[in-house]
Nanobody, 121 residues
């Protein structure tokens, strides 16, 4: 059974940085970060495949970095130069599949954390 617990959200000013963490228990393959703003659909932010390759949504390229620490069983999302439009609940997700055709599509993920709020003003 896989459990994901996010932390690190908060309220910041535009241009600030935040680092989200996701504690992972259980066996997973592809992992990703998603976000959902009020009244909007959940959207993919960044994903990390089993071979360590990362993919980013265009709106975060150059600002966000996804990484993992296998020794700590954790997934991270470093967010720099935050913008007001980055506001939302950020979710950590894990897939049972070794590879996903669309890593930024939430439909491919099997397990989700409870989410952590990020507010940028």
């Amino acid at each position: 059974h896989v459990q994901l617990v996010e932390s690190g959200g908060g309220s910041v000013q535009a241009g600030d940085s935040l680092k989200l963490s996701c504690a992972v228990s259980g066996d997973t393959f592809c992992m990703g970060w998603f976000r959902q703003a009020p009244g909007e659909e959940r959207e993919g932010v960044a994903a990390l495949s089993l071979d360590g390759s990362a993919i980013y949504a265009d709106f975060v390229k150059g600002r966000f970095t996804i990484s993992e620490d296998n020794a700590k069983a954790s997934l991270y999302l470093q967010m720099n130069d935050l913008k007001v439009e980055d506001t939302g609940v950020y979710y950590c997700a894990a897939a049972a599949a070794a590879g996903l055709d669309y890593p930024l599509d939430f439909a491919g993920y099997n397990w989700w954390g409870q989410g952590t709020q990020v507010t940028v003003s």
